[in-house]
């Protein structure tokens, strides 16, 4: 099973948009997927879920985490990285199982012109130090506001383009 991460807690996200659109791709690919939000996490999780604790509000996630085979991250830029609650989310899940000998691709996205390049490289150290196996193609979508049409689509040739190229690849990974 593939689950498509919105890597932030921001309520009505731009990153929330383009997993539901890789969600929506997966599917019409004919992948099983699902999709998770960090908005779903219990808002007390920095007490409740580290340090070997497990609260009855992240188990349900915890679940999905155990049973999915590839992920798929979707990365906002967050002052020249990743968001803090993307760690806090991957220090709560159970270690090393939860990601270890997994797989895993990697969508930055920023409004800004670079795509979370430098975010994805930080992320990429944390999944290689869990044994997530990332694959090599991993986009950066720049000027992010720019890319979706108001039915939360992509529509620029070049991004379809690389998108699907991404979607086909990580399938087949």
Same mark, same amino acid.
């Given at each position: 099973?593939?689950?498509?991460?919105?890597?932030?807690?921001? #309520?009505? @996200?731009?990153?929330? *948009?383009? =997993?539901?659109?890789?969600?929506?791709?997966?599917?019409?690919? %004919?992948?099983?997927? &699902?999709?998770?939000?960090?908005?779903?996490?219990?808002?007390?999780?920095?007490?409740?879920?580290?340090?070997?604790?497990?609260?009855?509000?992240?188990?349900?996630?915890?679940?999905?985490?155990?049973?999915?085979?590839?992920?798929?991250?979707?990365?906002?830029?967050?002052?020249?990285?990743?968001?803090?609650?993307?760690?806090?989310?991957?220090?709560?899940?159970?270690? #090393?199982? @939860?990601?270890?000998? *997994?797989? =895993?691709?990697?969508?930055?996205?920023?409004?800004?012109?670079? %795509?979370?390049?430098? &975010?994805?490289?930080?992320?990429?150290?944390?999944?290689?130090?869990?044994?997530?196996?990332?694959?090599?193609?991993?986009?950066?979508?720049?000027?992010?506001?720019?890319?979706?049409?108001?039915?939360?689509?992509?529509?620029?040739?070049?991004?379809?383009?690389?998108?699907?190229?991404?979607?086909?690849?990580?399938?087949?990974?």
């Amino acid at each position: 099973m593939i689950t498509i991460i919105s890597s932030t807690n921001r #309520p009505g @996200s731009t990153t929330f *948009k383009v =997993a539901q659109y890789y969600h929506k791709r997966m599917q019409q690919m %004919g992948a099983e997927a &699902g999709l998770l939000s960090l908005m779903q996490l219990p808002p007390n999780l920095l007490e409740t879920d580290l340090f070997g604790k497990r609260s009855e509000a992240f188990k349900p996630i915890q679940d999905i985490i155990t049973q999915t085979d590839k992920f798929l991250f979707v990365i906002p830029e967050y002052n020249g990285s990743f968001p803090g609650v993307l760690k806090v989310f991957i220090d709560a899940c159970d270690f #090393p199982e @939860s990601f270890y000998e *997994k797989k =895993a691709a990697l969508v930055g996205v920023s409004s800004g012109k670079y %795509g979370n390049i430098r &975010g994805i490289d930080h992320f990429t150290g944390v999944c290689h130090y869990i044994n997530l196996h990332v694959m090599p193609l991993k986009l950066h979508i720049a000027n992010i506001k720019t890319e979706l049409d108001e039915n939360g689509n992509f529509f620029k040739e070049d991004t379809l383009r690389f998108t699907d190229e991404q979607i086909e690849k990580f399938i087949a990974f």
